[in-house]
Structures are given as C-alpha cells and as structure tokens.
DNA sequence: GATCTACTGGACTCGTGGTACAGTGACCGT
DNA sequence: ACGGTCACTGTACCACGAGTCCAGTAGATC
C-alpha cells in the first residue's frame, strides 16, 4: 500500500530550539491566545512546528491534554516570575513596611505591563474560562488553582500591611487581594476588546493609588 | 426525489412564546455563556427550538450573524436596564449628591448579584474577547463600543462627584470609571473559575468602599 | 544486534459548518 | 378566489478538522 517513493526525506529541516513537545506548546499557547482554542487547528501546529500528525498525537492523545500541558508550564513561569517581582521590590522598596514593599511591586508590575511593545497577549486562565465545556474538569482545576494561589498570596501581603496600617475603612483583606488579580483579567479583556494596551497599567496604577487612600497615613 | 410520506404535519408542536428568531437568540446565548461559542452547535440549537437546518440559515446566514444579532440585543436589553438602576438609585439616594446617587447604584447593582441563584452567567463581551477570529470584525467593534460606552457613562457620573467632593489623591477619572467595568468582568472569571458567586458581589462593594475612601469628606 | 524513542505517512471515520434548492402551509392584500 | 410573501421543511451534498489506527523507520542507547 505504502508507495516507495521518498522514504529517506527525514530530519532535513533542522530540529529548531528546544524539543518538539516545548515547541508545540509555545505555538500552541501564542495561537490560543491569539486567537481563541477552538480557531487553533492541531494542522495549523504541526505545520508551523514541521511534524506530521501522527508526531502529535505521539505527545498528546488530544487537544485537551495540550491545553494542560500549557497550562502546566504557564504557571510554573508565573509563579517563578511572581517569586521575582517580589524579591525584587523587596530590595528597592528601600524599606521594611510591607506597605512601601507592595505598592513597589505594584510599581515594577505596572511598569513591566507599561513596557509590552502590544496590548497584552491575554489571559490563558480567562480563555479556559470561557471555553468550559470544551475542556475536561483537570483543566478547570488548574485554573482554578492558580487564581486561588494568587489570592493567597495577595491575601496575606495584605494582612501584613493591615496589621502595621490599620485600614481607614473596614474591608475583606481578601477581596482586597482578589481585587488585584480581577483587574489584571479584567483590564485584559477591556485592552484587548477597545484596543489600548495603557488600560491594563493603568488600572493597577488605580489600585495602587487606592491602597494608598486605604492604608496610608 | 421528495418522498410522499408525511407531508402534513408540520405545526404541531406549539410555537411556545416569541418568533422563532428571539428563541433561537436566547437559546444561543444561553448556551454560549454555558459552554462557549465554539461548542454550541447548530444542530443542538435547532432542535431544541425544534426547526431544521434550512430553517436556522433562512434567518442568520451563518453562526457569526447569530453572535451579531445575540449582541445586539443584549447591548439595547444591558442599556435598558442600567438605565432604570441609575433611575431608581436617583428616587432611592434620598440626596441630590452625586456620590451618594453613585453608592446607592453601586448598593443596587451589588444586591442584584447577590441575589443571582448561581455564579454570573458570564459576560458576552469576555466570550467573544477570547474566540477573536472566530468572528468577524463587526462582531468585536460591536464589543467595543459596548465598553466604551460604560466607560463614557461611568466617566460622566464619576466628573459630577469629583466636581463636587475633590478627590483625597489625584486620579484619572477615566481609569476610575473603566475600573467599574473591569472589577465586573474580572469578577466574573474569578467567579466562574473558583466557583464562588460571592465573588462579584464582593468586588462592587469594595469599588464602593474605595470610592468613599477618596471622596468622602 | 536488539530495543527504545520519536517520529513519518497514509488511510479512514465522524461531527459540524455551510450550501443549494425544491416544496409547502398559513396568512395577507387585492 | 388568486397571487405572493413569509417562514419554514426535507434532502442531498461538500469541506474541514478532530481523532484513530497502524506499519514503517532513522537515530540513539544498551
């Protein structure tokens, strides 16, 4: 059945950076960004990465076992880049208030969102969110982690910088925190949809000044 | 070709209540907002209005139409219904002060999601802002302009208070008034994704806290 | 030399979007 | 009573993408 011809054409086109399996997943998250999950064809990805269709499902048995890879990798990425950011504003805060050392951080994430040449690529927690049932209940359940490992890390900065500042008004410490995270994935869709990417900085400039107004003496 | 047989019976189920159109429409968005556009199927909406195939493209000549029409009508149904809130807030404040007006909206629109039996059932907006190409452009600018006008909205409300309560810190009122919208959207990711429908409840009566903390005197 | 890994290549099924079009029952104006 | 329009039905058909199956194979490892 198989006809004879070309058999040996393998492995011309040099393998790239990384292996194929990372080089699936960085297409497949920049397209699914781009462009939603259900407009990323598994074709479109193997054509852009050089393997055949059998070479993917070698590494996935389906789409949705991409998408947790992804999601996977992507929070790992985060969690070392939050890690950063904070060591970071720590040690330019010039201060031991948590107060001073958050709104520095605040100051370097708004910065590092001011500095991204578009409007920010997206939300891969919010894109899973509105494509439910498309996914199985694992990738619900990595999304979900995440938001709840930012609220509990927002949440307990916070508590720190309640107990030095007492707020001027009475507030849920953790909605406080959750309030971060909502307006990150919030000033996503709203950059994204009206096209201006100064949103998403700005509104954690907002936030920043609001803590200010809440915690500041 | 047509076969002979059963030519007739045709209406016999009810047409329950609205045109065909509307309860395609509300069948639809129900279902995009439950599962996501992609996997809302054509068939799985006509039988369940109980019409064909030739029956669904006699209205939308494809699925993007049907998202256009679904937006349409929610952005006229969502306008309507801000604008009565924003009314009875008027007649409820008992005060002519903007703010007070604006805390008593804010306290409204607070309440009508906390009494939503379940998690929001989604935003629109955020849905087709993560399925990009799946849609044509009308579909987005239509998106936009829905944003947009929040913001202008919230924006003028939000320039009467600071005329009249200067704010305790300087801030962008238009980032202020896009805050409203994106603590929304935001809080109903959050929502959906940690499944807890206090959530959005909560992230409005912070933005009214955070108000009052920098214009109350 | 045998085995394992990471694929290739091709054939096939199924579901869904979308096209095309002839027919038809109910209603509406004349 | 007649013609036309509306709102569909019913059927047949195409394209495309997900996913399955499997035999073969180049290169590295033991």
Chains 1, 2 share one sequence.
Not at 35 to 61: N, Q, R, W
Not at 87 to 106: R, V
Not at 138 to 167: C, K, Q, S
Not at 191 to 213: C, D, F, H, N, W
């Amino acid at each position: 059945m198989a006809q004879q011809e070309m058999p040996a054409v393998t492995f011309i086109k040099p393998r790239s950076t990384g292996t194929t399996r990372d080089r699936l997943l960085t297409a497949a998250e920049v397209a699914i960004l781009d462009k939603g999950f259900a407009a990323t064809s598994i074709e479109e990805l193997i054509a852009e990465v050089g393997i055949t269709k059998g070479g993917f499902f070698y590494h996935f048995p389906d789409k949705n076992a991409l998408v947790i890879a992804i999601l996977e990798r992507h929070l790992a990425a985060e969690e070392a880049w939050l890690d950063g950011l904070f060591a970071q504003a720590a040690s330019e805060a010039g201060s031991d208030d948590p107060l001073q050392i958050f709104l520095c951080f605040l100051a370097l994430l708004q910065a590092q969102m001011e500095a991204l040449p578009d409007v920010h690529p997206g939300c891969l927690i919010a894109a899973c969110c509105f494509q439910e049932r498309l996914f199985r209940p694992e990738v619900h359940r990595l999304a979900a982690a995440n938001l709840l490992n930012w609220r509990a890390r927002f949440t307990g900065v916070l508590t720190g910088i309640a107990a030095v500042h007492p707020p001027r008004r009475p507030v849920e410490i953790e909605a406080l925190a959750d309030m971060l995270v909502v307006l990150v994935d919030g000033a996503i869709i709203l950059s994204k949809t009206v096209r201006q990417k100064e949103a998403l900085p700005r509104q954690i400039g907002i936030y920043a000044t609001l803590l200010r107004s809440l915690f500041e003496t």
